[in-house]
């Protein structure tokens, strides 16, 4: 076998690897670590590790591939780093080599190669789970979800069913929201122009939705368009978007990440918007940034980095909208309700974007926004929580304390994982907190 080839061939893994000087600054940070307590299972270890094998890395990494799985890439490390190192980089160049030498699983390979390649195959196959989900038995002795919400968002904030113990495999005793019996492509045209009242804003967006708001949560991006619409803002929402391939790329899988990437470049650049807009801050991280890790060449990584340039969380664009005016939003929420915002990690840490959101939270909620004192990782980490779900619940323990704290009435978030993670945690632990979008809760004034 030819040595360090994964070294040789991504050289910026290597120079991050070279940056860390192993301080420890992660050792206080890690979420991982705080629950393992294993040297291997930190970026310092890990760096370590890979620096001094440099002439067995394939033979390393296989048999200390744990340590490599157990990372959520929340991107904590490298913002406490103080050489920066992007241990984000260092964990997917691993990854892409484990898979070069042993392959995927054969679950995941499945779901990569099959479901997330193809949107219209993926919708079939969910839409006949759907079928069956009623088998599921709905989640007994759910705390009083009691705080009365508009009928628009009502219906999504509680509904969730146990996963039986036979589909432990997918992480057993677990509560999921319910697959949707109708799907956001189903819910919405493709053109969904602004009201007329404010239609001389002249702004095309395309809306890029993601897998988890166009199969479990639709009144996401339902309501992520009609709030657009009130600003004045023209949505186009293409049909032959797919998976953004950031779950595909983060487990070593480089080649179906690229294909899924090429093909939403085309699809989004082709509707001659003047933005792109995510509700997802996973999605949103994928098109910012993770793209350009997967391109071939200058002229690929050039495009990617273009493209880049127009994509915006929606924070990020209901706070833009405003045009340094007062933010002209205001709750649908009962009078009164206290609400409490978590900080998705591939929102606050990978895009950076943490006051946008939060501005339109104070603005709107006044004294009633109320700070959670554990702005750390939930512990979803994408399929993560589907193969370390113990370890996963353990990380989640803190922040449900924490939310616990605020005495709020509703955690809102900007990124469908989080929510499904803090949706099962909270009904584990019998909080009565519902959890919603940001973009469920406001509207246009």
Same mark, same amino acid.
């Given at each position: ?8 061939? @991504?050289?910026?893994? =290597?120079?991050?690897?070279? +940056? !860390?000087?192993? $301080? /420890?600054? %992660?050792?206080?940070? #890690? &979420? ?28 390393? @990494?296989?048999?200390? =591939?744990?340590?490599?799985? +157990? !990372?959520?890439? $929340? /991107?904590? %490390?490298?913002?406490? #780093? &103080? ?363």
């Amino acid at each position: 076998m030819e040595p360090a080839i994964w070294i040789q061939e @991504l050289t910026d893994a =290597r120079q991050e690897i070279e +940056k !860390c000087i192993g $301080c /420890g600054n %992660c050792l206080l940070y #890690c &979420p991982v670590y705080a629950q393992e307590r294993r040297e291997d299972c930190v970026a310092r270890g890990r760096n370590r590790l890979l620096r001094g094998s440099a002439d067995n890395v394939p033979e390393l @990494l296989s048999r200390i =591939r744990d340590a490599f799985d +157990k !990372c959520l890439v $929340c /991107g904590t %490390c490298t913002t406490v #780093c &103080p050489q920066g190192v992007r241990n984000d980089k260092i964990i997917t160049a691993a990854r892409e080599e484990l898979v070069r030498l042993n392959g995927l699983p054969t679950g995941k390979s499945l779901v990569f190669h099959h479901l997330l390649s193809s949107r219209k195959t993926m919708s079939a196959v969910l839409r006949a789970a759907g079928r069956l989900q009623w088998l599921l038995p709905q989640a007994s002795g759910s705390p009083d979800r009691s705080v009365a919400l508009p009928e628009r968002v009502a219906g999504r904030a509680g509904a969730i069913r146990h996963i039986p113990l036979f589909l432990k495999g997918l992480g057993g005793g677990r509560t999921l929201p319910p697959l949707a019996g109708v799907f956001l492509s189903e819910m919405l045209p493709v053109i969904n122009p602004p009201l007329r009242r404010v239609a001389n804003r002249k702004l095309r967006v395309a809306y890029f939705s993601g897998c988890s708001t166009e199969f479990n949560l639709p009144n996401v991006g339902v309501s992520l368009v009609r709030l657009l619409n009130q600003m004045g803002v023209e949505v186009v929402f293409p049909r032959e978007q797919g998976c953004c391939g950031l779950a595909v790329y983060l487990n070593g899988d480089v080649e179906t990440a690229r294909k899924l990437a090429a093909h939403n470049l085309q699809v989004l650049s082709a509707t001659g918007a003047d933005i792109v807009v995510t509700g997802c801050a996973t999605c949103g991280s994928a098109l910012k940034e993770g793209w350009q890790g997967l391109a071939r060449d200058d002229m690929e990584r050039a495009a990617f980095r273009s493209f880049a340039g127009r994509v915006k969380d929606v924070s990020e664009l209901l706070v833009d909208l405003a045009e340094f005016k007062p933010l002209p939003y205001r709750s649908i929420l009962p009078a009164g309700c206290r609400v409490t915002y978590h900080d998705p990690c591939h929102l606050a840490r990978h895009q950076g974007v943490a006051e946008q959101p939060r501005a339109v939270l104070r603005h709107v909620f006044k004294d009633r926004f109320v700070e959670m004192d554990d702005n750390g990782c939930c512990g979803c980490g994408g399929s993560f929580n589907l193969t370390h779900y113990e370890l996963s619940k353990s990380m989640a323990k803190n922040k449900m304390e924490s939310i616990a704290r605020t005495n709020a009435d509703v955690v809102i978030n900007t990124c469908p994982g989080c929510m499904i993670q803090l949706v099962d945690n909270m009904e584990r632990n019998g909080l009565p907190q519902k959890v919603l979008h940001l973009v469920e809760v406001i509207e246009a004034e």
